[in-house]
């Protein structure tokens, strides 16, 4: 069994990545459901999401400065090429979003939530 307070040292994943996720899965479901009427809060829930993935993966790298020693398994390794991954395309989805690119920004958006899903639940695999 896991010792949570050493996962926690790890970086912030539960603390952080558990609300980026909901506030990135509302934040769609609104905007599909009404995209005229929920542009605005979509877009402040993904930007919020995208900090928070972003403090979480720099708190990962700068509190664990031997961290690159623990990349041995694939699990591992799939959990941090998900969430870089959904980190940079969600940085494009928001430039295509700004620059109301809409089929770019959707296609990069997906992308993002898919990814993070999948970040996250290899995260448990991992803990």
Do not use: Q
């Amino acid at each position: 069994m896991p010792d949570i307070v050493s996962s926690v040292n790890l970086h912030f994943g539960m603390l952080l990545g558990a609300p980026a996720l909901i506030l990135l899965t509302i934040g769609t479901i609104l905007v599909l459901v009404n995209e005229s009427k929920f542009v605005k809060i979509h877009g402040i829930f993904a930007v919020v999401s995208w900090i928070l993935t972003l403090i979480n993966v720099l708190s990962t790298i700068f509190l664990n400065p031997d961290i690159w020693a623990s990349f041995t398994e694939g699990v591992h390794w799939s959990h941090i090429i998900l969430g870089a991954l959904g980190l940079i395309t969600g940085f494009l989805s928001m430039l295509f979003g700004i620059a109301a690119e809409r089929k770019p920004a959707k296609m990069t958006g997906y992308i993002t939530l898919i990814c993070w899903w999948g970040a996250f639940l290899s995260g448990f695999i991992l803990v």
